[in-house]
């Protein structure tokens, strides 16, 4: 059997994964900014607690390697954090951070809440600003019709409703 494509177990225990940012504007909502924070801090003492139980002489795990790795990404986009704060604005139309209740052909509804790169969460609802879906929303208004392009091909949604939830923010971006 030929080992081409077989990883020998030995010294090098692999590379982490380094993550990047998008290069687009980092803008957040404070909550978004809130869980950077947290990771961050999260990652710092596990980043302390894997080099407390290590000897110098001693290669650097790929665990301890990983939350550098992750820990420098999330301070990053704390540098890069451009916070925008549009809780309880009063706005028809829809802005990041706004929560947009869409009509589906079929009747359904669906809440999309327009959010930050590292916030975004698809399957929960929560989209980033620079996605297609939430480009095709932004700058729209409740009852206007939105073509969307989806893999099934394209469909349209009716915007029904738009809020900005949470306390009363500053509204700027």
Do not use: H
Request: glycine content about 12%; charged content about 30%.
């Amino acid at each position: 059997m030929s080992r081409a494509f077989v990883k020998e177990d030995g010294a090098d225990p692999g590379e982490p994964v380094v993550r990047q940012g998008s290069g687009r504007p980092n803008y957040v909502t404070p909550a978004g900014l809130a869980a950077l924070r947290k990771r961050a801090a999260e990652l710092a003492g596990l980043r302390s607690g894997l080099l407390a139980g290590r000897r110098p002489e001693e290669p650097r795990s790929l665990e301890l390697r990983q939350a550098e790795a992750d820990l420098e990404y999330c301070e990053s986009q704390i540098k890069r954090a451009i916070l925008v704060d549009n809780r309880g604005l009063a706005a028809g139309d829809v802005r990041f951070g706004a929560a947009v209740k869409v009509r589906e052909r079929d009747g359904s509804l669906k809440e999309l809440l327009i959010v930050g790169e590292d916030e975004a969460d698809p399957a929960s609802g929560r989209i980033n600003w620079a996605s297609p879906l939430a480009a095709s929303l932004l700058g729209k208004k409740t009852g206007d019709r939105v073509l969307l392009n989806r893999p099934g091909g394209p469909s349209e949604v009716e915007i029904v409703a738009v809020g900005y939830p949470g306390s009363a923010g500053t509204g700027r971006r």
